[in-house]
């Protein structure tokens, strides 16, 4: 599970070269854009996608791996948009939902992109000397350490319910059995989410997380060389 997020977010690419405030701006403009293009220019959505799929083949992303996370984000969209036609009847409101569905698909697969050119960490570390919301950071920290403890607990409980299966079951006894074994999860979710915040407030925990800019490292790193040449 290591790496799941930002897998590719450590690359040597010219996309991974760029500052990290330049492909924050990027990813931004492309969400402003996206958000300010009305429902008559849909067009321009084509264009939008093409510059992020352009984006994407720079930073030698798998094409494979952009479809796997659209297949998961794409569903979701979709269910959120078709309760606007809903409440019309279905009589209206379709150029609604697929305004909200392209704007959305667009801003994603930014996102998923800047992931993708970014370490997390560092994009965490920027977030918060541009002084993001101290909520927003502490939440997306803790998401992204303990997301592969969840993923890893789910594993276990997967390997599990296979020692105790002998034979292959119907496919509604598996979806039962697939929306038991998720609301087991949320439940251990929750009791170790006590755990933590818990063992956080021992700590001395007052509700900021705070992060450490690894270019500091690497600035620090080439003085102290420099200095070790001078000396030489």
């Not at 010219?14 to 701006?25: Q, Y």
């Not at 918060?128 to 789910?154: G, I």
């Not at 407030?201 to 509700?207: E, I, M, S, Y």
Request: proline letters at 4%.
């Amino acid at each position: 599970m290591a790496g799941y997020w930002d897998r590719y977010g450590r690359g040597a690419t010219v996309c991974h070269r760029w500052p990290i405030e330049a492909k924050l701006g990027v990813v931004t403009a492309i969400t402003v854009v996206a958000l300010l293009i009305p429902v008559e220019h849909w067009p321009l959505f084509g264009v939008l996608l093409a510059v992020v799929f352009v984006g994407h083949s720079l930073a030698r992303i798998p094409l494979a791996y952009l479809m796997r996370r659209l297949a998961f984000f794409l569903p979701l969209v979709l269910m959120l948009g078709a309760t606007i036609p809903a409440a019309e009847g279905f009589s209206g409101g379709w150029e609604t939902m697929w305004l909200i569905v392209f704007r959305s698909v667009v801003t994603f697969l930014a996102l998923v992109w800047l992931v993708s050119v970014a370490p997390f960490d560092l994009l965490l570390a920027t977030l918060n000397r541009y002084r993001c919301p101290p909520v927003l950071t502490a939440t997306m920290a803790c998401m992204y350490r303990y997301v592969y403890v969840l993923w890893d607990e789910l594993g276990r409980m997967q390997t599990a319910r296979r020692a105790r299966t002998f034979k292959r079951l119907p496919r509604w006894r598996q979806w039962y059995e697939g929306a038991q074994l998720i609301g087991m999860l949320l439940l251990r979710a929750f009791g170790r989410a006590e755990r933590v915040h818990g063992a956080m407030l021992a700590r001395g925990f007052a509700g900021r997380v705070r992060f450490f800019d690894t270019r500091l490292l690497r600035e620090v790193g080439r003085e102290s060389g420099g200095d070790d040449d001078d000396a030489g």
